[in-house]
C-alpha cells in the first residue's frame, strides 16, 4: 500500500518536523527528501524518517546525525601587485564573505621558477581576513601567494603575481689572474637587475674605459634579469690596475667591487759586473713583479778533457733573499767559481716564478784546484814495484803540482806530469815481493787537491 514519510527529531518525544524547518520534498509515495538550502547558522542533530501505512502500521530508519553550514566564499581576494621595488612594504588581501563554520584562511607561496609550494604568514580560523605583510620584500621573495579559505564543506582560493624589482648587482671576473705580460686576458661583467640593464661599462683605476679600448665583445642575455659583457686586453705596465664594472637600469647603478688585476712582469736579465780572480758577479735592475727568487749558474768549462773527454761542469742556486735590494735595484751577487781549473762559459738565470730570463758571459777558475785524476794504467810490475800511469784534467797552469801514491813513502815514489797532454807517470820501487798495495793518486796544488778512485796492484813473487 501507499506509505505516509514524516521526518522526526531523535529526540525523546519523537517530535515531528514540519515542512516550514526544513524542505521536504516528496519524491514518489515510497520516498521523500529532507533538505535545507541556505543554511545561516550551523546545525546538528539526529534525524531519522518514518514511513506508514493506511492501516496504521509503521517503521523508522535508523537515527542519522545531520549537519547543516556553508561553502566558503572569498570577499576581498589579493590582486598582482604592480611596479613593487625590493625593499619596500607589501600587504597581500584575503577575507571570507560567507562560510558557515567559519573558516581558517592560509597563506602559500610558490617561488619564481620552481613549482614547490611553501606555507607562509600565520593561519587564522575564525577571523575573517588574514592580510599578508611582506615588510621589506627582497628579490628571491617574487614569486605566486595564494590564499586558501577552508571550511568543513569545501575551499576556495585566489592568487597574486608578485614581481619584485631591483636595480643591478653586478659582479666581475678575470681569465686568466694573474696575467703574463704579452698575454691576453678576458673580464667578464655580469648584472642582475629587473628591469634588465640598459647602459653597462668598466672602469679602470676610477676611470671609464672607451667601448673600443680594450677590445669589448657583444653583450649575452641567458635570463630576463641577466646580462653579461666582457673585454679582451693584452697584460702590461699600464693595463695593471683595479677595475670595476658598472650598470645601470630605471631603478638606479649597481657596481661590482673592485678588483685588482696582476701583470706578472719579467725581471731584467742579469748584468755582469765583475768575472776575475775566481769571482763571477751580477746585478740585476728591475726585479720583476713578482720579485726575483732565485737565481742559478751553470757553467762549462771551454777546455778539452783529455782523460775522459768530458767538459768540467757545475751548478749553484742561490736564493734572492740572500743580497740586498734598494729601491727596486738589487745589490751584487757574486758566486766564488770553485770548480776545477779553466776557463768556462757560463750562464746566469734569474727567475720570478713567472719568467725565466738568462745572461751568458765568460769566467776562469785559473789559478784553481785540480780536476778529476784518473788511474789510466798500472805497467811494468816487478818483484819490488810498478809504475803506475794517470791523467788530470785542469790542474792550474801556474800551480805548482804534487802527488803521492796511499801506503807508499815519498822516497819510492818518483813522480811526472806534462800539463800539456795532462798526462803524469808515479814510479814505485823498493817494495816487498809478493805483496799487496791499494794504489790512489793525490794531486794538490795550492788552491786544493784531487783524488783518484782506489787500484789494487800486488809486486811479483820471482826475482
Not at 575551499?155 to 671576473?173: E, H
Amino acid at each position: 500500500d501507499p506509505s505516509t514519510i514524516t521526518w522526526h527529531n531523535d529526540d525523546a518525544n519523537k517530535t515531528l518536523i514540519t515542512p516550514g524547518q526544513f524542505s521536504i520534498t516528496t519524491i514518489s509515495d515510497r520516498s521523500s527528501r529532507f533538505h535545507r538550502d541556505n543554511a545561516v547558522s550551523l546545525t546538528r542533530a539526529k534525524r531519522f524518517c518514518r514511513a506508514a501505512d493506511s492501516i496504521g502500521s509503521s517503521i523508522d530508519s535508523t537515527a542519522f546525525l545531520l549537519t547543516f553550514g556553508a561553502l566558503p566564499a572569498i570577499g576581498n581576494a589579493p590582486t598582482d601587485p604592480t611596479n613593487e621595488v625590493e625593499g619596500t612594504a607589501v600587504t597581500l588581501m584575503c577575507s571570507f564573505s560567507a562560510g558557515l563554520p567559519n573558516p581558517e584562511i592560509f597563506w602559500k607561496f610558490t617561488a619564481k621558477g620552481t613549482n614547490k609550494m611553501v606555507d607562509v604568514g600565520t593561519p587564522t580560523s575564525g577571523n575573517q581576513n588574514n592580510n599578508l605583510m611582506l615588510p621589506n620584500i627582497q628579490r628571491n621573495e617574487a614569486g605566486t601567494y595564494t590564499c586558501y579559505i577552508r571550511n568543513p564543506f569545501g575551499n576556495v582560493s585566489a592568487s597574486a603575481a608578485l614581481i619584485v624589482r631591483y636595480k643591478p648587482t653586478v659582479s666581475i671576473q678575470f681569465n686568466p689572474s694573474p696575467v703574463k705580460k704579452g698575454s691576453s686576458v678576458t673580464i667578464t661583467c655580469r648584472s642582475d637587475s629587473l628591469p634588465l640593464a640598459t647602459s653597462h661599462s668598466l672602469k679602470r683605476n676610477g676611470n671609464f674605459i672607451p667601448e673600443n679600448s680594450p677590445t669589448k665583445s657583444p653583450s649575452n642575455t641567458p635570463s630576463e634579469t641577466i646580462i653579461e659583457w666582457s673585454y679582451t686586453l693584452i697584460g702590461s705596465n699600464e693595463t695593471e690596475g683595479m677595475y670595476q664594472c658598472e650598470a645601470n637600469n630605471t631603478l638606479g647603478r649597481g657596481e661590482s667591487q673592485e678588483k685588482e688585476l696582476v701583470v706578472l712582469l719579467p725581471p731584467d736579465a742579469p748584468e755582469v759586473v765583475q768575472s776575475a780572480a775566481s769571482d763571477l758577479c751580477w746585478s740585476s735592475g728591475y726585479l720583476g713583479h713578482p720579485p726575483i727568487t732565485n737565481y742559478s749558474l751553470s757553467c762549462t768549462s771551454k777546455t778539452d778533457n783529455l782523460c775522459s773527454n768530458e767538459p768540467a761542469q757545475f751548478l749553484a742556486t742561490v736564493n734572492a733573499a740572500n743580497f740586498t735590494t734598494v729601491n727596486n735595484v738589487s745589490g751584487i751577487l757574486c758566486a766564488n767559481l770553485t770548480g776545477p781549473s779553466a776557463d768556462y762559459t757560463c750562464s746566469i738565470g734569474a727567475n720570478n716564478g713567472a719568467f725565466d730570463v738568462k745572461t751568458s758571459a765568460d769566467a776562469s777558475t785559473r789559478p784553481g784546484k785540480p780536476g778529476p785524476v784518473t788511474i789510466k794504467n798500472i805497467a811494468d810490475v816487478t818483484n819490488t814495484g810498478f809504475t803506475v800511469n794517470w791523467c788530470v784534467a785542469f790542474s792550474g797552469s801556474d800551480a805548482a803540482l804534487t802527488s803521492t801514491i796511499n801506503g807508499v813513502s815519498a822516497d819510492k815514489a818518483t813522480h811526472s806530469y806534462d800539463s800539456q797532454t795532462q798526462q803524469g807517470t808515479t814510479t814505485v820501487t823498493q817494495l816487498d815481493p809478493g805483496t799487496s798495495y791499494t794504489v790512489t793518486i793525490k794531486v794538490s796544488t795550492s788552491y786544493g787537491e784531487a783524488l783518484s778512485e782506489e787500484k789494487t796492484q800486488s809486486t811479483t813473487c820471482g826475482e
